[in-house]
C-alpha cells in the first residue's frame, strides 16, 4: 500500500542547526552550532581546566621529543604521522584554547597523546611514545640485556622507536625476550623489525 506525500520544499537550516558542507571545499572545518558550543562550553564550570598536572605527567620523563615525528616505509608513502595533529598546540597547547567544536576534555586527552618521543619511566626502563598506536617499552634486566614489551603494528614504526633508543641510550642493544601484551595488531605487527628470525631457535643467542 502506498501513500501519497505532500510535496515540500526542505527547509532552511535554523541558527541552532548544523550548517551544511562547503560544496568546493567538502574539508573546510565548519563553526559548532550555539548548542554545541554552549555544552561543550559547560566543562570549563565541572572540570578545573587549569590543573595542568596530566599534561606535566605525560611530559615526564622526555629524554628526545618528537612531537612532529612522520614516518615513510621504503616507497615513500606515509605509514604514521603525528605532524598532523600539531593543530591541537594552537591556542597556547592548553585546553583552554580548545575550539568551541570540541569537548576541552577531549582537547587535553589529545594533548597528551601527542607528547611523543623516548621517556624514561624509572631507573631502568624506557618508551617510546607516538609512534604507532601503541607504546613500545624497553626494560633492562639483571645481566644488561633488554627485554621490549610490545612492537608496535607495522615494521616502520617498530625500526623507528628502536632508532630513537639507540641514540639515546643503548647503540647496540643485546635483546634477550620480546613480550607481546595482547593480540592486537599495533602490539605486535612490528616484530619484524626487532627480531632476527635466524637467532630465535638458537637460545644462546639474542633475538636480534
Request: hydrophobic share 40%; net charge negative; aromatic share 8%.
Amino acid at each position: 500500500m502506498f501513500f501519497k506525500t505532500e510535496d515540500k520544499t526542505p527547509a532552511e537550516p535554523g541558527p541552532d542547526d548544523p550548517q551544511p558542507d562547503d560544496p568546493d571545499n567538502p574539508l573546510k572545518a565548519k563553526d559548532a552550532c550555539p548548542k554545541t558550543a554552549a555544552h561543550n562550553q559547560e566543562w570549563y564550570g565541572t572540570l578545573d581546566f587549569e590543573d595542568l598536572s596530566e599534561l606535566e605527567n605525560a611530559k615526564r620523563g622526555l629524554v628526545e621529543g618528537t612531537n612532529d615525528i612522520a614516518i615513510r616505509n621504503a616507497a615513500g608513502q606515509e605509514v604514521w604521522s603525528l605532524a598532523e595533529f600539531q593543530f591541537v598546540n594552537e591556542g597556547g597547547g592548553n585546553p583552554q584554547g580548545a575550539p568551541s567544536t570540541v569537548n576541552p576534555s577531549l582537547w587535553m586527552n589529545t594533548l597528551c597523546n601527542t607528547q611523543a618521543g623516548l621517556f624514561q619511566v624509572c631507573d631502568g626502563i624506557w618508551q617510546v611514545r607516538g609512534y604507532d598506536m601503541a607504546n613500545m617499552t624497553f626494560i633492562r634486566t639483571k645481566n644488561n640485556g633488554w627485554l621490549i614489551f610490545d612492537v608496535l603494528m607495522v615494521p616502520e614504526t617498530a625500526r623507528a622507536a628502536l632508532d630513537i633508543f639507540k641514540r639515546n641510550v643503548d647503540a647496540n642493544p643485546r635483546i634477550v625476550a620480546v613480550l607481546i601484551s595482547h593480540s592486537h595488531a599495533d602490539h605486535y605487527g612490528g616484530v619484524g623489525a626487532i627480531v632476527n628470525a635466524g637467532n630465535i631457535a638458537d637460545a644462546t643467542e639474542p633475538l636480534a
